[in-house]
């Protein structure tokens, strides 16, 4: 037995790599139990999180935590577990210089990972509870330009604490930047167009436009580009520097539309008759529940007629609503001329309608 323990000392006193075989015994075992009480603590903050996901009764920051928790990685745990264990260790310049390195580089990916789903938790939070058409675009665009400054934040520090010179870096960077700058200008322009549609929000997801000669529906805002879907089916695709330059009427947020329209009667017309008509004009628009009236009066003497000019409001804004109210208005005045025997020229009826 006394044989078996000096043994056993002597073992433990042999230098193993710089250390003794009891120090690499302790390193391995607190290493071991390191990673296993973190890997359990993910597990276990990982489940209640995957079963509670969906409540809506926890605060923002514990569904947050558990959020972050759900993305540790298993490597950054091994990281972590490392470290504890080496402090028991006395390593050799370069092997320290190794593990510290692989130490770092891992626990900067883990926290660019952190970072990313803080952003993306938020973002979705914001998108949740706002309004989606509204929100979108800034979200996607902002999710896009802030996850790569975060990136390349993580990147610049990870590179400084390996001892790397980034204010060099950083040098040559700015010079390579200008030059890429040149190159890319036309991206680079619509990314930052892409930046000012977000925040100014001059139309959204859903709204149609008319560009140039181009009318569409939003379907998405890219980094790039922005695409409609046309009346006719076909998907437009426009630079978003492009409509920037451009004058874009948004039919989407109309508040009302307006309409003008003309109709004629002959010349054998009674003064009474024509005196009249601005009147049932008047009492047909006004018959309308979502129609507002605005004139109706004698606008010219042609050669071959004399000519009325209306014009009145449709509160809805919605398109066929303004094609009801018109025909109901048209209607109502050929009735009205019919039964004032009124004669309508012939080749000279009822105006196109302009829109004003």
Not at 248 to 257: A, D, K, P, S, T
């Amino acid at each position: 037995m006394n044989a078996l323990l000096s043994y056993l000392d002597v073992r433990a006193e042999r230098i193993v790599f710089g250390n003794s075989v009891e120090d690499w015994l302790y390193a391995v075992v607190l290493g071991i139990g390191t990673f296993a009480v973190l890997l359990f603590i993910r597990r276990l903050v990982h489940g209640r999180a995957r079963r509670y996901a969906r409540s809506a009764e926890l605060p923002r920051g514990v569904r947050l935590v558990s959020t972050l928790v759900g993305r540790t990685q298993i490597a950054t745990l091994f990281a972590l577990s490392i470290t504890a264990g080496s402090k028991y260790l006395e390593l050799g310049r370069h092997a320290e210089r190794v593990t510290t390195g692989l130490i770092i580089i891992l626990i900067g990916l883990q926290v660019g990972i952190w970072a990313s789903a803080a952003l993306k938790f938020y973002l979705s939070e914001s998108r949740d509870h706002g309004h989606t058409a509204t929100n979108a675009t800034t979200i996607n665009i902002v999710e896009f330009v802030a996850r790569g400054l975060i990136w390349t934040l993580i990147l610049l520090v990870t590179l400084d604490n390996l001892g790397v010179n980034i204010s060099a870096a950083l040098t040559g960077l700015g010079i390579g930047g200008v030059a890429v700058a040149l190159a890319l200008q036309n991206i680079l322009g619509d990314l930052f167009a892409s930046l000012s549609i977000a925040f100014d929000k001059p139309f959204v997801v859903g709204d149609t436009i008319v560009v140039d000669t181009f009318t569409g529906t939003v379907e998405s805002v890219g980094v790039k580009s922005t695409r409609l879907r046309s009346v006719t089916g076909e998907q437009i695709i426009v630079a978003n520097a492009d409509l920037l330059k451009s004058r874009v009427r948004n039919w989407g947020r109309i508040g009302f539309r307006r309409r003008v329209f003309t109709f004629r009667v002959a010349y054998d017309t009674t003064v009474e008759r024509l005196k009249e008509l601005p009147d049932v004009v008047q009492a047909l628009v006004e018959a309308e529940p979502q129609a507002r009236f605005e004139r109706c009066s004698l606008r010219n003497l042609s050669e071959s007629a004399i000519e009325y000019e209306v014009a009145f409001v449709s509160e809805d804004p919605t398109f066929e609503q303004l094609l009801r109210i018109e025909q109901a208005v048209y209607l109502g005045i050929l009735a009205a001329l019919a039964e004032r025997a009124i004669e309508v020229p012939v080749a000279t009826t009822i105006g196109v309608p302009t829109r004003a």
